[in-house]
């Protein structure tokens, strides 16, 4: 479980994150969701410890994550970031590699070998493995960085936006892959989502935000309203069951 | 990771130093050979330096058009040559030996860098963008404070600084030679375990944390491990802006990779090979004994605006 207590973030004075209690349940999808700008991101890098916050603690497993060495901690939960960027010219499957670099330090053993196979046919990159990074499409890449953070095979998943560029197929496809991920391998996954509909159907717990507060947070069904959800956007939305799923109308 | 690559280069730069050292039937002669084992040595050490401190800095910056030179490292030298000229001159001071001086110059260049990067990583939050672009600014203000000093100095005086402005393989000393190839050696045997950790790095601080790597650490490690290699490969012949550019483009077409197992050392022996290849050709072949460095500049710079253009650096 991961714990976040009174945690607050600023740059150069501009509040970001106030006082944030929360608690991400294990074994579970959940949701980060909320308008631009309401610190998902930001919240989403603090428990991932890609960022040092000013005040407040985050705990995994009742331990103060940064009093956990980077290293163990990379073995326990990887990020993907919302703009995915990397320096050096390379290709998908050695991305996909380093993944693996918390557990061998760059020695491939065999095992990690047979992960990184795992994982580049799970995220439909076989075809792709030998392009390189910076000669891909937005989606594809995405996907070899999701495929990269699997690879890393941590019981923590965190992801920003990682519907963002895919399409219909492959944004179904993550969602269920995560939704297994989460239900035979006892991982937990936080993931940021814009889409009310994946929210809606795929995720268990949700996490609402907004101008750096949270503004409500439980089990997906009972918090996820028509009402709590057009307040929180400040747009009319309408929810409707059809044929036993739930879904949310926002479009027009 | 043995690599064919890897033996072939090593191969070149073993038969050029052996045509360096013996042409002309050398090894008749104990003092023309010891010579030529100095400036061998030397060739060597610069090479290796500014080869490999280019393909670091290029890691660090995740930039392949970008030398350690833009950062003003040569700048300073020439500041710290001219601040020595001046204050010795006015204080009369005896002129110390030669491996002193490359000790004294070698330090003041660490520690000044360590310094700046230090105060403006902290600043900047270990942003290497900005940390580049202010290096860029101190470098104008060390050329500009070497320039209005060089000014106030006596012709006599100015021309010990010139002789310190331009890159010149003729008279290293063969003791500041020793300490800088055991200070390199030391250098590389670390470079050497950390291969697979550059490999990392060069991905960028976000995705290499996110792999659990101390990045802000190991950045400012790097960054004084450039400082040594700069201040060795400037201490000992002079300030070289283009060689590592034009090595380290001819080691990503050589390599094709990413992996530092590779790029180090085909940096190095590609700028060993150019440097040994040059200095045979213009001392032996055509006896232009000092143009050497100009050419290779000149040359460097072109090939690599070629390559640029041509679309073969990404
Ligand atoms: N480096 C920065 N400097 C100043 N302000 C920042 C910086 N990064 C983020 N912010 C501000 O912090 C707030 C939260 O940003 P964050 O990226 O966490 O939002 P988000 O909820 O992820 O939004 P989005 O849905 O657009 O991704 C925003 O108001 C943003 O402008
Ligand atoms: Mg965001």
């Not at chain 2, 530092?260 to 001392?283: D, K, N, R, S, Y």
Request: aromatic residues 6%.
């Amino acid at each position: 479980m991961i714990q976040i207590k009174s945690l607050s973030h600023t740059i150069t004075d501009t509040p970001i994150l106030q006082d944030i209690n929360l608690e991400l349940p294990q074994g579970q999808i959940t949701a980060l969701i909320g308008p631009n700008g309401a610190g998902k991101s930001t919240l989403l890098n603090a428990i991932g410890r890609q960022i040092e916050v000013a005040h407040g603690t985050v705990t995994l497993d009742g331990s103060d994550i940064t009093q956990i060495a980077p290293r163990d901690l990379a073995r326990q939960m990887a990020v993907v970031a919302q703009h995915l960027a990397v320096g050096s010219r390379i290709r998908v499957a050695d991305l996909v590699g380093f993944g693996r670099w918390p557990h061998s330090q760059g020695r491939t053993t065999p095992t990690d070998q047979t992960i990184i196979e795992q994982a580049i046919e799970e995220f439909d990159l076989i075809a792709l493995r030998h392009r390189f990074l910076d000669e891909l499409s937005g989606g594809q890449r995405q996907r070899a960085f999701i495929a990269m953070a699997y690879a890393q095979d941590t019981c923590w998943l965190l992801l920003d936006e990682p519907l963002n560029n895919l399409d219909l197929k492959h944004a179904r496809t993550l969602m269920a892959q995560l939704r297994r991920m989460v239900e035979h391998a006892g991982k937990s996954v936080v993931i940021v989502l814009h889409d009310l509909n994946y929210t809606l159907s795929w995720a268990d717990h949700v996490v609402a935000m907004c101008d750096g507060k949270v503004v409500f947070t439980g089990p997906a069904a009972q918090v996820a309203t028509a009402q709590s959800l057009t307040d929180l956007y400040e747009t009319p939305i309408q929810i409707s069951t059809v044929e036993g799923q739930v879904f949310a109308r926002y479009h027009r | 990771m043995a690599d064919r690559r890897v033996f072939f280069l090593t191969f070149a730069v073993l038969t050029a130093a052996a045509v360096f050292l013996l042409w002309g039937n050398a090894w008749q002669s104990s003092y023309v050979l010891k010579l030529r084992a100095v400036k061998l040595g030397g060739l060597i050490c610069v090479g290796l330096s500014v080869g490999i401190a280019t393909v670091l800095f290029q890691t660090l910056s995740n930039n392949r058009v970008l030398t350690p030179s833009i950062m003003g490292f040569d700048a300073l030298f020439l500041l710290m040559k001219t601040v020595v000229v001046f204050v010795s001159v006015g204080l009369s001071l005896p002129p110390v030996s030669a491996a002193a001086g490359f000790l004294a110059d070698t330090a003041v260049m660490i520690a000044a860098t360590l310094v700046v990067f230090v105060l403006v990583l902290r600043r900047t939050r270990q942003d290497i963008q900005l940390l580049i672009l202010v290096g860029v600014i101190i470098g104008l203000l060390f050329r500009t404070l070497a320039g209005f000093l060089q000014r106030l100095l006596d012709p006599s005086e100015f021309a010990m600084v010139q002789a310190d402005m331009f890159a010149q393989f003729g008279g290293i000393d063969a003791q500041a030679l020793l300490i800088a190839s055991l200070l390199l050696t030391l250098l590389f045997v670390w470079l050497w375990r950390s291969h697979r950790v550059l490999d990392v790095m060069a991905l960028g601080r976000d995705p290499a944390r996110a792999l659990g790597l101390p990045f802000d650490q190991l950045q400012l490690q790097l960054l004084a491990a450039i400082a040594v290699l700069v201040s060795v490969s400037t201490a000992l012949v002079g300030p070289l802006a283009f060689l590592g550019l034009l090595v380290t483009a001819l080691t990503h077409s050589l390599m094709q990779s990413h992996h530092h197992a590779l790029l180090l050392p085909g940096a190095g022996l590609i700028a060993c090979l150019v440097l040994i290849a040059g200095q045979t050709l213009f001392e032996r072949v055509l006896h232009l004994e000092s143009s050497l460095a100009v050419v290779i500049e000149f040359c460097g710079g072109l090939l690599f605006l070629i390559l640029l253009a041509k679309g073969k650096i990404k």
